[in-house]
């Protein structure tokens, strides 16, 4: 399956889709969720041609590619902010710099386990939604976020996929995707924390996001069939925490979930042009 | 693949966190990390768990101590270990008021607690009865809770072996149970974020909450063997175990 196939086919599908995505900056920035919302119906229907209904993408070497199509928009959206002039003020620089280079690493690693050269898979971007992205410091982390907290939820959607297909690829591709898994979640919560946020995302405590999908689901009072809510409620153990009256927001803190890969598509595609240059 | 195969397997021996040198010190004494290797103590326990000093490693190994049970209970035992000592951990800095009462560190660690205590209450409803090991006794005396960075440091030590426990544990869940992955997956990130938030109260405006000490140069966090991460924790721990079976499933899945 070739993630970027999917951009082209919906191109094919539907000849208004350049102009459907194509919002322009001040759209974008004020309504990325309604822009976004214009195309559902078509991802929709070229996701569930090209995914499995588990919400894998696919065979383990289909994930990679969708894992590394994440890992360039972050490394190139990263870049795009580092490099433009006043974007990032020099008290938050370290900590871009530093997410910055591992992005640029896992793409690094992620062509390397597909034997590809350098770029080879880069897939084109919408430059307005990049310029908007990138449009000042807190429009930059506000998406930083969004891409970061994406992207945890994109690799956790894969992992039983991954076991499941229990190949020798599947099994080195599921020992580096957990390794990458818990970067994002660190850079996530460092994004979060230099928005003043609480670094868990829940009960709607997450800022300004661009796109209410990003956080669709987070909040689960059952896990396994057991409901932790109901059980925190029970004064034996409310009694326990120390924040009692917040037992609900402590149970959906601790647990972080995943997107499908079909979600995680009707997020990220605006970002992407929809057609090849 | 070949690149990619060399640069996942995981580092022999103990690691030890390359961190701050002023403060390497101080965490080799409060974290215990031994040089015991942990290909020896492997050794040694499928040699004979009677053979072996009670406080190798730090933690007290004992044929009689508590086993973490068969296959995947295995796994959700030691997660369940974890949980376990991280509540105590964060419970202890708590009740022995490190920080400020109202302060915001107060406030994030009362918030961190809270999140273990429902990771600890989660593996004792998830794990059935009979499968799962009982409440173990936990002895964090050695820590200085008067002193605030040491106490920050412990906390980041304690969430970075628990990431790298998670990232080292889940691909050895059965394919059949492969829930129990995402459910791991889904505790590890939140882990992942404590680390990260502990990281920015010690440095903030750092590159700590990420650090080239837990992420190598292909962007990897660390993973840990059993070994590893019990000769981090164990000495914390005061019930004596027996890690044995989670030891054979470890070296099966190799």
Redesign the interface.
Known sequence: MNLFGIFSQIEKADPEIGQKMDFSRRKMLKTTSVAAAATPMFFAAMVNKAFAADGCAGDAIAIVKYALTLEYLERDFYRAGQFKAGLVPS??R??V???A??????V??LE??L?IKPNAMQPKYNMDVLAAATANFPTFLTYAQALEDTG?RA??GQ??CL??E?TA?S??V???A?????????????VR?MRDL???PSGGQNGMEPDPKIYAGEDQAS??G?N?VD??NMME?KS????PD?AAR??Y??????LTAQQVLAIAGPFFASTPA | MEELTSTSTPKKGPSVPAIPSVERRMFLRALGLTTVSAAAFLTACQNSMNEIAPTISGARISADGVSFGEGDFAILNYAYALEQLETAFYMAVVEKKTFAAGSKEEMIFKDIHDHELVHREFFKAAIPADKRIGELEFDVSSIDFTNRREVLNTARVLEDTGVAAYNGAGPLISKANAIYLTLAGKIVSVEARHASLISSLLQPGGGLFAGDYVIDNNGLEKMLTVSEVLSRAGKYIKTAINPASLLALESSKK
């Open positions: 008290s938050a370290p900590y710099v530093q997410i280079k591992h992005e640029a690493q896992h690094d690693l390397g386990v034997g945890v690799y956790k992992a039983a076991l499941e229990d690829t099994r080195t599921l020992a580096v957990l390794r990458i898994h818990s970067v994002e979640a660190r850079h996530a919560a460092a924390y609480r670094v868990w896990q396994g057991a932790l059980l925190f153990n326990k925490l120390y924040s917040m402590s149970v803190e601790s647990f972080d979930e995943p």
